[in-house]
Nanobody, 132 residues
């Protein structure tokens, strides 16, 4: 049973940087998709950045050039480097993994790795607060 534990959040001033970490445990195979999501007070959860099984990243337009997703397979850890933080980045940030495998028949499966994909595993979240 894959488990995700985030850390690295905190309260910072505008312009600061933070690196979030998500340690993954309890798995027997590499995830088909992992990513970071956030939910600000009064708003819906939104996708921030994803990385697929080939290591190809996808970013929300609002964070391109500012946030970087990466993974260290030896440490079973997913990262989100956030630079030049602004107050609008204040939110609870969640790590997520595994999108559903869809059978195409003949033993062939496919899955999606998109910002609006359904994820099966979620961490408990880490709070990021940016003050101006």
């Amino acid at each position: 049973q894959r488990q995700l534990v985030e850390s690295g959040g905190g309260s910072v001033q505008s312009g600061a940087s933070l690196r979030l970490s998500c340690v993954v445990t309890g798995f027997t195979h590499k995830s088909n998709c992992m990513g970071w999501f956030r939910q600000a007070p009064g708003k819906e959860r939104e996708g921030v950045a994803l990385i697929d099984s080939k290591g190809i990243p996808t970013y929300a337009e609002s964070v391109k050039g500012r946030f970087t997703i990466s993974q260290d397979n030896a440490k079973n850890t997913l990262y989100l480097e956030m630079n030049s933080l602004k107050s609008e980045h204040t939110a609870m940030y969640y790590c997520a993994a595994d999108t559903p495998e869809i059978s195409l028949g003949w033993g062939i499966t496919t899955s999606s790795c998109e910002l609006d994909s359904d994820f099966l595993k979620w961490g408990q979240g880490t709070q990021v607060t940016v003050s101006s």
